[in-house]
Nanobody, 124 residues
Framework: QVQLVESGGRLVQAGGSLRLSCTVS????????MGWFRQVTGKEREFVAA????????TYEDSVKGRFTISRDSATNTVYLQMNTLRPEDSAVYYC?????????????????WGQGTQVTVSS
């Protein structure tokens, strides 16, 4: 059974940085497209960043381009989201998803497995 566990979310001041981690168990992460999404209470889960199974082909939501970076560590089966120059509007619960097709889709409905989420709060 595939399980994803996120960590790294916390309260941070605007302009600061965080690195979120998502560790995959049950299967090798190398076959999955991996994505990060975020959700604010009362709103839809929205795309943040994704990476195809091959790596080296990353996609970002426009507001995070140049500030966030998705990366993988195959040795630890972990995907990261490095977040720099954080803004209050980045505050949300961040979720990691694994996609069997391996494409790194921007569509949340393409993802087959999800973690429980980690809260990021950016104070102004």
């Amino acid at each position: 059974q595939v399980q994803l566990v996120e960590s790294g979310g916390r309260l941070v001041q605007a302009g600061g940085s965080l690195r979120l981690s998502c560790t995959v168990s049950g299967r090798s992460m190398s076959i999955f497209g991996m994505g990060w999404f975020r959700q604010v209470t009362g709103k839809e889960r929205e795309f943040v960043a994704a990476d195809s199974w091959r790596g080296g082909s990353s996609t970002y939501e426009d507001s995070v381009k140049g500030r966030f970076t998705i990366s993988r560590d195959s040795a630890t089966n972990t995907v990261y989201l490095q977040m720099n120059t954080l803004r209050p509007e980045d505050s949300a619960v961040y979720y990691c998803g694994a996609e069997r097709l391996g494409l790194g889709s921007i569509d949340k409905d393409a993802y087959n497995y999800w973690g429980q989420g980690t809260q990021v709060t950016v104070s102004s």
